[in-house]
């Protein structure tokens, strides 16, 4: 079996190595890299290309969500779940805008922390019930306005709005990669640009709201 190479970034370095020992006991996962603040991270994230980055959210020199952003911005396709004492709204939200893909409490059993690792390495959400709850709320909420008059419509790029054409469409990623011989990661990263420019929560709202986009 392959096991997963993870990186974790936590600058207390007593849990760092504690939640290295349990990963590393798992025969499905190991520890590829250990960093002390974000900075760090970036660069292992550069070398190492791990399958997943486990992200302290507070950090000295850059935090969790500062570098989760910078590693993104230079590494699309990475995969980041921010760990954390608190369960603020605020940080779930920052952590989301940011790009990371789960955020996780560090008062969760050896067990569910695992199963959270699992998740995130098979491209699922992971996020306290608590808080999953709340995204769902402010995902109703954003789509339930009205949609912006063609005066507010975003500055898309001519790429991005050949994309948002073909999934006004229907067509999916790899169609519309086809469609316009783009790499399907880039397909990937214009649709996410979109979503995030038109404030759309999913690809059917932006459908939506592309009749609005002069």
Wanted: avoid cysteine.
């Amino acid at each position: 079996m392959t096991r997963a190479r993870l990186l974790l970034a936590d600058d207390h370095e007593l849990f760092r190595e504690g939640l290295a020992g349990l990963i590393n006991a798992q025969p499905d996962m190991q520890v590829a890299g250990q960093a002390g603040d974000g900075f760090e991270a970036l660069a292992l994230a550069r070398t190492l290309r791990p399958d997943l980055i486990v992200m302290d959210i507070n950090m000295p020199v850059s935090n969790g969500l500062e570098a989760t952003r910078l590693v993104r911005a230079e590494l699309p396709e990475a995969r980041i779940v921010i760990l954390t004492v608190h369960d603020e709204d605020e940080n779930l939200f920052e952590a989301i805008k940011a790009g990371a893909h789960g955020y996780m409490l560090k008062s969760l059993g050896s067990a569910d922390f695992l199963a959270g690792l699992r998740h995130a390495l098979a491209g699922e959400a992971v996020l306290p019930p608590r808080l999953a709850a709340r995204v769902l709320d402010e995902f109703a909420r954003l789509a339930a306005r009205p949609a912006p008059p063609p005066h507010d419509s975003p500055d898309l790029t001519p790429r991005e709005r050949d994309v948002l054409r073909l999934i006004s469409a229907g067509a999916t990623d790899k169609e519309i990669a086809a469609q316009l011989s783009l790499s399907l990661h880039t397909v990937k990263t214009h649709v996410r640009n979109i979503l995030g420019k038109l404030h759309a929560v999913n690809r059917r709202h932006a459908a939506r709201l592309a009749a609005h986009v002069r």
